[in-house]
C-alpha cells in the first residue's frame, strides 16, 4: 500500500539555524498538509496546500514557517530560523481528494537546542 | 469555532474488557468523522471514517464507531480489547474551509492491563 514517507526521521538543529522537512505524499493524492505535535500534546494543524498554493494556515504557522512543493513529489517545510518551542514531532499527512481521510507519514522528530 | 473534545485524557482496562472511547465536536453542518490510532513513536494509523449513509461504522482490528447527531457525538467501541490496543487514540473532524481541514481532539491514551 502506498505510504506518506517523511525525511529524516530526527533532526537535531541549534536556535537561530533553518531546518527543511522533507515528505514525499502519496502519489495521486492532491492536497497536503503539516501537522505538529509537541511531545505528549495534541496534533495540530500547520497549513494545507492545494494546487500549488496554500489554502489555509493556522496561528502557528508565521513568517518563519514556508511550505513548497518544488517538483512533482516532494512537499517540503521550512523554519527559517527555530526556535526552542519549535521542537516537536512534525507530520506530513496527504489526501487524495475532499471526503477522503488524510494519510500520515512517521513524522519527523525536530529537536532545537 | 469547530472544535473536538475528547474528555477522558487517559482510560485504563482488563485485557478482554470492552472499551469505549468518547468524542464529542463542534461543528455546524454534517461532519466528516475519524478515529485514528497512534503508537509511541508511530505516525497517525485511521482506525475508521464516518462521512455519511449506516451510523454505525465499523473499521479496522475490531474497532466501531456510532454517530450521533442528536448528541454531537461519535464514540469509539470495541467489544474486547487486546494487549496490543494500548495506544494513542485521537478523534478527528474535517471540513471544508475554502480548503479542506481535519482538526484533532487531544487524544485518550488506552492502558490495557493484564
Known amino acids: 500500500e502506498p505510504e506518506v514517507t517523511q525525511t529524516p526521521s530526527h533532526q537535531v538543529t541549534q536556535m537561530g539555524q533553518e531546518v527543511i522537512l522533507r515528505c514525499v505524499p502519496i502519489?495521486?493524492?492532491?492536497?497536503f498538509y503539516w501537522y505538529r505535535q509537541i511531545l505528549g500534546q495534541k496534533v495540530e494543524f500547520l497549513v494545507s496546500?492545494?494546487?500549488?498554493?496554500?489554502?489555509?494556515k493556522s496561528e502557528i504557522f508565521d513568517d518563519q514557517f514556508s511550505v513548497e512543493r518544488p517538483d512533482g513529489s516532494n512537499f517540503t517545510l521550512k523554519i527559517r530560523s527555530t526556535k526552542l518551542e519549535d521542537s516537536a514531532m512534525y507530520f506530513c499527512?496527504?489526501?487524495?481528494?475532499?471526503?477522503?481521510?488524510?494519510?500520515f507519514g512517521n513524522g519527523t522528530r525536530l529537536t532545537v537546542t | 469555532a469547530q472544535s473536538v473534545t475528547q474528555p477522558d485524557i487517559h482510560i485504563t482496562v482488563s485485557e478482554g474488557a470492552s472499551l469505549e472511547l468518547r468524542c464529542n465536536y463542534s461543528?455546524?453542518?454534517?461532519?466528516?468523522l475519524f478515529w485514528y490510532v497512534q503508537s509511541p513513536g508511530q505516525g497517525l494509523q485511521l482506525l475508521l471514517k464516518?462521512?455519511?449513509?449506516?451510523?454505525l461504522v465499523q473499521g479496522i482490528k475490531g474497532f466501531e464507531a456510532e454517530f450521533k447527531r442528536s448528541q454531537s457525538s461519535f464514540n469509539l467501541r470495541k467489544p474486547s480489547v487486546h494487549w496490543s490496543d494500548a495506544a494513542e487514540y485521537f478523534c478527528?473532524?474535517?471540513?471544508?474551509?475554502?480548503?479542506?481541514?481535519?482538526?484533532f481532539g487531544a487524544g485518550t491514551r488506552l492502558f490495557v492491563k493484564a
Open positions: 499527512a496527504s489526501m487524495r481528494a475532499t471526503r477522503t481521510p488524510l494519510h
Open positions: 502519489s495521486n493524492h492532491l492536497y
Open positions: 496546500f492545494y494546487n500549488n498554493e496554500i489554502s489555509e
Open positions: 461543528y455546524g453542518a454534517t461532519p466528516y
Open positions: 464516518y462521512f455519511s449513509g449506516d451510523t
Open positions: 478527528a473532524v474535517a471540513f471544508n474551509t475554502g480548503g479542506f481541514k481535519t482538526i
